[in-house]
Nanobody, 119 residues
């Protein structure tokens, strides 16, 4: 199972980006989904999470600006980022609980996509 993150780039403060994370390979479904980020010199932090039941949670610093969503048909999930700030600059990673079979699951990571917000 592989996750491929895309959609990062350079944007001015106040702008928007949508990150995508596409799952490929042989598996049954995706359960809980996550977006993390890591800024230079800082630890990786959990930005957003979306359960299989549809419950979303966000770190306080992005509440009201970021939205995590999923497309179960395409096995893809997204992070819509609005009103971006320079402090959102980081490498963003997607992570998912992948149900490989009904009694076996793994956590898969994408390679990361760079988001740079200029002031």
């Amino acid at each position: 199972v592989q996750l491929q993150a895309s959609g990062g780039g350079l944007v001015q403060a106040g702008g928007s980006l949508r990150l995508s994370c596409a799952a490929s390979g042989t598996f049954f479904s995706l359960n809980d989904l996550y977006w993390y980020r890591q800024a230079p010199g800082k630890q990786r932090e959990l930005v957003a999470a979306l359960t299989a039941a549809g419950s979303a949670n966000y770190v306080d610093s992005v509440k009201g600006r970021f939205t995590i969503s999923r497309d179960n048909v395409e096995n893809t999930f997204y992070l819509r980022m609005n009103s971006l700030k320079p402090e959102d600059t980081a490498v963003y990673y997607c992570n998912a609980e992948v149900v490989v079979t009904m009694d076996y699951f793994v956590y898969a990571w994408g390679k990361g996509t760079q988001v740079t917000v200029s002031s």
